[in-house]
């Protein structure tokens, strides 16, 4: 029997510090009230924005996927795993961001640690500092040299671009959407000193697809930056409402990542169904103007009835709505006094965030009611007076 004392000890010392997080685990599907543990409850901490997780067309879309071509590919997309539902995917990704060509991976994660494949011993990663962490750990796989650069701080940027003018490439890397703050990157910025300093501008959307630009098109589209950006990833399973990650750009990209990136070599193709639902997806997202200003609206609504009661959400500016309370242990009590009072908002601890800026974090979606909302207000108002965080 092996010994795991040592992981053991770990765990234990995670639950001393109030930062263990058991998964919670649901008895019906993602929606805005959700069951768990027999209780109906608010769905707050979903990435779902857009409710396409049961819009009738995906569901549709995917059911006729597995009628035509069973539940799997049955292999990598470079042997037998590249049907044509998989290329017409990434040709109508493409025509949506408006770029030459997109490649679709299994995830988020593995597009970013693909894409890092385009570094070599020659070149530099320049990173944002709360850039996500699938972005830190493609970097951490290459081989390039890396810096990394204060958040959201172009003066910092701009004096390492300044001193990185040897290498081969200059990738500067940054989420669209930071993910844990809510707030956007400054894109044009970013752009003006990547033209200025010869740099490849490399954006995640992950928090942005189907959330920013002109039917949710991104980060780019939202700053009127299309053919300024070069390498656009973004993701299948928040707004899309299903699974997977994308990278759009140029055609060499694609070429390139599809003979050097090992996610893509080494991973066996998304099922067909899903394929199918992402594309209905993005079909849907051409005619989403309305659905994405609900999304917008009801973000407004929260966050300013949030800061209202006195809490703190820091540089929120999306659906993304932290309520930052300090330290870990009472983040996760906070969490689980909102669940006493029928809201889901997941505890955010250390090592995701800063050990004084435990948080809850809330994602306000499209589907909300407005009284969805003020339920999860006057939650919060109650808990937080129990916790001592309002007078």
Same mark, same amino acid.
């Given at each position: 029997?092996?010994?795991?004392?040592?992981?053991?000890?770990?765990?234990?010392?995670?639950?001393?510090?109030?930062?263990?997080?058991?998964?919670?685990?649901?008895?019906?599907?993602?929606?805005?009230?959700?069951?768990?543990?027999?209780?109906?409850?608010?769905?707050?901490?979903?990435?779902?924005?857009?409710?396409?997780?049961?819009?009738?067309?995906?569901?549709?879309?995917?059911?006729?996927?597995?009628?035509?071509?069973?539940?799997?590919?049955?292999?990598?997309?470079?042997?037998?795993?590249?049907?044509?539902? #998989?290329?017409? *995917?990434?040709?109508?990704?493409?025509?949506?961001? +408006? &770029?030459?060509?997109?490649? /679709?991976?299994?995830? %988020?994660?593995?597009t970013n640690q693909g894409v890092m494949t385009i570094l070599g011993a020659d070149d530099v990663v320049i990173s944002d500092e709360l850039n996500h962490a699938s972005i830190i750990d493609g970097i951490r796989l290459t081989k390039?040299?890396?810096?990394?650069?204060?958040?959201?701080?172009?003066?910092?940027?701009?004096?390492?671009?300044?001193?990185?003018?040897?290498?081969?490439?200059?990738?500067?890397?940054?989420?669209?959407?930071?993910?844990?703050?809510?707030?956007?990157?400054?894109?044009?910025?970013?752009?003006?000193?990547?033209?200025?300093?010869?740099?490849?501008?490399?954006?995640?959307?992950?928090?942005?697809?189907?959330?920013?630009?002109?039917?949710?098109?991104?980060?780019?589209? #939202?700053?009127? *930056?299309?053919?300024?950006?070069?390498?656009?990833? +973004? &993701?299948?399973?928040?707004? /899309?409402?299903?699974? %997977?990650?994308?990278?759009?750009?140029?055609?060499?990209?694609?070429?390139?990542?599809?003979?050097?990136?090992?996610?893509?070599?080494?991973?066996?193709?998304?099922?067909?169904?899903?394929?199918?639902?992402?594309?209905?997806?993005?079909?849907?997202?051409?005619?989403?103007?309305?659905?994405?200003?609900?999304?917008?609206?009801n973000a407004t609504y929260f966050r300013t009835k949030v800061q209202a009661l006195g809490f703190d959400t820091g540089a929120s500016e999306t659906p993304i709505v932290p309520v930052i309370v300090g330290e870990p242990a009472k983040?996760?009590?906070?969490?689980?006094?909102?669940?006493?009072?029928?809201?889901?908002?997941?505890?955010?601890?250390?090592?995701?965030?800063?050990?004084?800026?435990?948080?809850?974090?809330?994602?306000?979606?499209?589907?909300?009611?407005?009284?969805?909302?003020?339920?999860?207000?006057?939650?919060?108002?109650?808990?937080?007076?129990?916790?001592?965080?309002?007078?």
């Open positions: 029997m092996a010994n795991w004392s040592s992981l053991e000890h770990e765990l234990e010392q995670l639950k001393k510090e109030g930062r263990y997080r058991p998964i919670s685990v649901w008895e019906s599907g993602s929606d805005t009230w959700m069951n768990i543990g027999g209780r109906r409850v608010l769905q707050m901490s979903s990435n779902n924005y857009l409710g396409l997780t049961n819009h009738p067309d995906l569901k549709k879309a995917a059911i006729q996927a597995i009628e035509q071509y069973g539940v799997g590919s049955g292999s990598v997309r470079t042997i037998t795993g590249t049907l044509d539902i #998989h290329d017409q *995917l990434e040709q109508e990704l493409a025509a949506f961001k +408006g &770029t030459e060509a997109a490649l /679709v991976f299994q995830s %988020g994660f593995t390039a040299q890396r810096r990394i650069y204060a958040h959201k701080d172009m003066d910092q940027l701009e004096a390492v671009l300044r001193e990185c003018g040897a290498f081969a490439k200059r990738v500067v890397v940054t989420d669209g959407v930071f993910s844990m703050d809510g707030d956007i990157a400054p894109l044009p910025a970013i752009v003006e000193l990547a033209e200025k300093y010869d740099a490849i501008v490399f954006v995640d959307d992950a928090h942005a697809s189907g959330v920013l630009g002109r039917n949710g098109k991104g980060s780019t589209d #939202h700053f009127g *930056l299309n053919g300024r950006v070069h390498i656009q990833v +973004g &993701t299948l399973s928040k707004a /899309v409402g299903a699974v %997977g990650g994308y990278v759009a750009g140029d055609q060499v990209l694609k070429n390139f990542l599809i003979q050097k990136a090992r996610p893509f070599l080494f991973s066996t193709s998304a099922p067909p169904s899903v394929a199918a639902t992402c594309l209905a997806a993005i079909r849907v997202l051409k005619q989403s103007e309305s659905l994405i200003g609900r999304l917008w609206s983040a996760m009590l906070f969490s689980d006094l909102l669940l006493q009072q029928g809201v889901f908002a997941q505890g955010i601890v250390f090592p995701t965030v800063a050990m004084d800026k435990g948080r809850i974090r809330f994602i306000v979606t499209a589907k909300h009611t407005l009284e969805d909302l003020d339920f999860a207000i006057n939650a919060l108002d109650i808990a937080g007076k129990k916790l001592g965080l309002l007078a």
